[in-house]
């Protein structure tokens, strides 16, 4: 009531009041920033390090351009090739990957070898397995290699002299299937090389009736020799010598060597 007393008293007085003193507010500085000698150090190091991975994992540089293949015969360069991922960095190649999707898909090749070539180039060395006889079912062909695995399905003129062996029951063959054991690979390819040095007479190729215990191979002469294939190759031979020697001309049919110690022909 005092204050509305004096106002209305002596308005004039107001007039004369102490001016509020007022400055302006003054905005905070903001904090520059500054890098440390150490902070800037570590950026740098990054810097460094990002554009050295680049270079090594994603430049254009270091992209497998170039695939060399070699110790194949039986199975082409394109063809293994064509099963590779193309166009990738050489570092992040999967080598281990790639050696068995080569060895699963061509039951010809033994084992494979894959070499980095910096900064474009694979060297892939294969070792193919050594087809050693051809086997025969119905009218398809296939090798078989001396562990006795179906390695690949050919024509008849990729048997290049090798032993045919002709499967009258023909039963079917799946390639990379171990078909027969090496012992019986190895009977054949013996046969089979010393027969025409050791009787004089040209071997034509084997047929299994049953098992591949038994055997029958059919010659030029007309007539055919019953082999045992548990048996030693060689000695049967020398008892086929020995009865040829006596009776060749008796003999229309066939001369029986599995019996070890007799010979028996027809």
């Keep these: 009531m005092v204050k509305e007393y004096y106002k209305k008293t002596y308005p004039s007085a107001n007039k004369y009041r102490s001016p509020k003193i007022y ?53 082409s360069r394109d063809e293994i090739v064509s099963i590779l991922p193309t166009d990738e960095n ?38 193919e397995r050594e087809n050693k006889i051809v086997w025969q079912t119905n009218t398809d062909l296939y090798y078989v290699s001396a562990k006795g695995y179906v390695t690949r399905k050919i024509t008849t003129d990729q048997i290049r002299g090798l032993p045919v062996v002709v499967d009258t029951k023909t039963l079917p063959v799946k390639l990379g299937q171990e078909l027969v054991s090496p012992n019986f690979v190895a009977f054949i390819t013996n046969v089979f090389s010393s ?23 059919k010659t030029e002469a007309g007539f055919y020799v019953k082999l045992n294939s548990l048996r030693s190759s060689q000695k049967q031979l020398g ?20 019996v070890d110690g007799w010979a028996y022909y027809k």
């Design 23 to 75: 400055r302006p507010t003054l905005g905070r500085e903001k904090p520059k920033f500054k890098l440390s000698p150490a902070r800037l150090k570590f950026v740098l190091i990054l810097v460094i390090l990002f554009g050295i991975l680049y270079y090594f994992f994603a430049s254009p540089q270091f992209r497998v351009k170039d695939i060399i293949v070699e110790g194949n015969s039986l199975v």
């Design 90 to 127: 050489i570092f992040l190649f999967n080598t281990d990957k790639s050696r068995s999707e080569i060895v699963s898909k061509f039951p010809e090749i033994k084992q494979v070898e894959i070499y980095r070539g910096i900064p474009d180039a694979l060297k892939i060395v294969v070792l």
């Design 195 to 217: 027969f025409q040095d050791e009787e004089g007479i040209k071997p034509l190729n084997f047929e299994i009736p049953e098992t591949t215990f038994n055997i029958n191979l």
């Design 239 to 258: 008892d086929l010598k020995k009865i040829l020697t006596q009776y060749k001309d008796n003999i229309h049919e066939y001369v029986d060597l599995r």
